[in-house]
């Protein structure tokens, strides 16, 4: 199943990318033009996504590391994100013509919308899954990618033949990366009530220790 995504890019998100944290000031032209190139974007970005749930057993198929005990987990769920091509199409023209800064704003716009629309999905997919009440269940689960932490970067083929990569329009290059670029797989845990683990983003449990992301999300903190 194909899952349309409504997404709003995080201005937040695109400014700690392009190097100005909370409390750094932006200089006024490069917010101008973050301005113009976020409102383009809308017509750019068409985020989808597509998951599918899995036994704890089939954890090691994907190379999956099991946060705890095998009798205390409900399974793991898959999931994969595009934004589609537009964003990256259009970043590509404006470095063609001779539009560097332009071309990298809006490439650190795709990102953040890319982060934007797994975060959506794994919102959707832990309260889809929950046992009870939905009201009361944290919506932010913590996802993991592969590349980060102890998954593999090698684990993408064997996700992408658990996922609908065709007809969400993505496809695996030989050297594991994705396109579109702008396009993320992941995993989430569940406990053996059903409930999605962590009650925060991918960044706050990773064991990486050394990431730039973590300048702004602490490990064992939400983000």
């Known amino acids: 199943m194909i899952d349309s995504l409504s997404i709003e890019t995080p201005l937040a998100e695109v400014r700690r990318l392009l190097g100005y944290p909370p409390g750094h000031v932006v200089p006024e032209r490069v917010q101008s033009r973050l301005d113009a190139l976020l409102e383009e974007s809308r017509s750019l970005v068409e985020a989808r996504g597509a998951h599918a749930r899995f036994p704890v057993d089939e954890a090691g198929a994907v190379r999956l590391s099991r946060p705890g005990p095998a009798n205390a987990l409900g399974g793991f ?116 009530a059903g409930h999605a683990l962590g009650d925060r983003r991918g960044c706050s449990c990773c064991p990486l220790d050394r990431c730039p992301r973590q300048t702004t999300r602490q490990r064992g903190k939400p983000a």
């Open 77 to 192: 769920a898959l999931g994969l994100v595009t934004i589609g091509p537009g964003v990256e199409t259009r970043a590509a023209a404006m470095l063609h013509e001779g539009d560097a800064s332009g071309a990298l704003l809006l490439d650190t716009i795709g990102s953040a919308a890319a982060e934007a629309a797994a975060d959506a999905l794994g919102s959707r997919i832990a309260v889809g899954e929950a046992v009870g009440d939905a009201g009361e269940m944290a919506i932010s689960p913590c996802r993991v990618s592969p590349g980060y932490g102890d998954w593999p970067l090698s684990a993408q083929e064997a996700i992408f033949a658990r996922l609908p990569h065709g007809e969400l329009g993505v496809r695996l290059l030989p050297s594991l990366l994705m396109v579109p670029r702008k396009s993320i797989t992941f995993a989430l845990w569940f406990d053996a």
